[in-house]
C-alpha cells in the first residue's frame, strides 16, 4: 500500500475556496459517514461502499468527491487535526498563561464532548503506527508544538509559569482531555452513568483546570493580586 500521501491535500477534485453549498454539505455528509466508519472498523476494513450506505449516497456520486479510500481517510484526519490544532497555534505569547491555557483546556475537552468519535480515529492511527499521518507529524505538528512551547518558555522566563517541560505542559493536556473522548465506555462505567452530559464534561473543564494550572502557575507578585486574592483585603 502506498502510504507517501500523508497529509496532501485530498484529491477529491475540489478546493475549498471553490465548492458550492451543495458540495460542502455533500462533503461534510461524507467526511462525518466516513468517521463512523472509520472508527468502527479502521481503515482496513472500512469500504468506499460501506461510507457510501451510511452516507445515504450512491458510490458513484461519493467518488464524484473522493476518487480513493485513502484519500477520505486522509481527509477525515486532516479536518480533525485542523480543528484541534487551531487554538493551539493561536497561544498568545502577549497573553496571561492562565487565561490562555484555561481557553485551550476548555476547548479539547468540548471537542472530546462534541467529536469523540473523530479522536478514536486519531487514537487508531497512531497506535498503527501513523502511517498516513507520520511526515505530518515530523514536520509541520512538530513545528507548530516547537512554536508554541517557546511561548511556554517565554511565560517561564517572565516568572509567570514555574520551569517545566513545555512538551511534558503540552502532553498532559492532550492526554487529559482527549481521554473523556477515547476512554468513555470505561469513564461511563466507572462514574455509573449512562451518558455523560454537558455539565459533566463542563466539571471536566473545571477540574483539569485546577488541577494542570496549580502545578505550573507561578504565585503572583502581591501588586498583581486583584482585591480577592489578597489577604485581609
Known amino acids: 500500500m502506498d502510504h507517501d500521501i500523508q497529509m496532501v491535500r485530498p484529491q477529491n477534485g475540489a478546493d475549498e475556496a471553490g465548492k458550492t453549498r451543495i ?9 462525518d459517514a466516513a468517521q463512523e466508519v ?19 449516497m450512491s458510490k458513484p456520486n461519493l467518488h464524484y468527491y473522493f476518487k480513493r479510500k485513502t484519500d477520505l481517510y486522509v481527509a477525515v484526519l486532516r479536518r480533525t487535526l485542523e480543528t484541534w490544532l487551531t487554538p493551539l497555534a493561536h497561544l498568545d505569547p502577549e497573553g496571561d498563561p492562565e487565561e490562555e491555557l484555561s481557553r485551550y483546556i476548555r ?10 468519535i473523530a479522536s ?7 497506535l498503527q503506527g501513523a502511517p498516513f499521518l507520520k511526515e505530518y507529524m515530523e ?6 508544538v516547537e512554536s508554541k ?19 511534558h505542559l503540552i502532553f498532559l493536556i492532550w492526554a487529559a482531555t482527549q481521554h473523556y473522548a477515547d476512554f468513555q465506555p470505561q469513564i461511563k462505567a466507572v462514574m455509573n452513568m449512562p451518558r455523560l452530559t454537558k455539565d459533566y464534561f463542563a466539571d471536566v473543564s473545571d477540574s483539569l483546570i485546577r488541577i494542570i494550572l496549580r502545578g505550573v502557575l507561578a504565585d503572583k507578585p502581591e501588586s498583581a493580586k486583584t482585591p480577592a486574592e489578597t489577604p485581609n483585603s
Open 23 to 31: 458540495q460542502a454539505r455533500n462533503e461534510k455528509r461524507i467526511l
Open 38 to 56: 472509520f472508527a468502527a472498523y479502521g481503515f482496513h476494513g472500512a469500504t468506499i461502499e460501506k461510507v457510501a450506505e451510511k452516507a445515504d
Open 107 to 116: 476547548f479539547k475537552v468540548e471537542m472530546s464532548r462534541r467529536s469523540p
Open 120 to 126: 478514536r480515529v486519531f487514537a487508531n492511527e497512531v
Open 139 to 144: 514536520t509541520d505538528l512538530r513545528e507548530l
Open 149 to 167: 512551547s517557546g511561548v511556554i518558555c517565554g511565560w517561564i522566563k517572565q516568572g509567570k509559569l514555574l520551569p517545566v517541560d513545555p512538551y
